[in-house]
């Protein structure tokens, strides 16, 4: 049984910064990733990382402002998020996938697990 929980979040100003974590119970996955939903717009990948290291994807809007990463020992990954904007206000998603990862899996979000989501606002 995987379960993956989160924690981080919460409200900042604009240009402010917030830290997501997700913890992994259960047998690591190849690939995770995180995944953010505001009211009334579809999902949208907001990072992808194949464990142990491996290849990193960003969406467009976050690039140079988002980081994922990842610490095995503690089979956590975080998002670290700076310069945040309104438009990043939503419900932030950690999910986990046991198959291959490639690039196109911030587009396509197909994880096997999800976290419990954890909301992030960006007030202006």
């Known amino acids: 049984q995987v379960q993956l929980v989160q924690s981080g979040g919460g409200s900042v100003q604009a ?4 830290r997501l974590s997700c913890i992994v119970f259960g047998y690591s996955p190849n690939c995770m990733g995180w995944v953010r939903q505001a009211p009334g717009k579809e999902r949208e990948g907001v990072a ?3 464990i142990n ?3 990193i994807y960003y969406v467009d809007s976050v690039k140079g402002r988002f980081t994922i990463s ?6 956590t990954l975080y998002l670290q998020m ?3 904007k309104p ?3 939503a419900m932030y998603y950690c999910a986990a996938r046991y198959n ?3 690039s196109g899996l911030v587009r ?6 999800w976290g419990q989501g954890t909301q992030v606002t960006v007030s202006s």
Do not use: M, V, W
């Not at 240009?15 to 917030?18: D, E, F, I, K, N």
């Not at 396509?108 to 697990?113: G, P, S």
């Open 70 to 75: 990842q610490d095995n020992a503690k089979n």
């Open 82 to 84: 700076f310069n945040l």
């Open 53 to 55: 290291d491996g290849p």
């Open 48 to 50: 992808t990382i194949a």
């Open 108 to 113: 396509r979000l197909d994880f096997d697990y």
């Open 87 to 89: 438009e990043d206000t």
């Open 15 to 18: 240009g402010g910064s917030l």
């Open 100 to 102: 291959y990862c490639d």
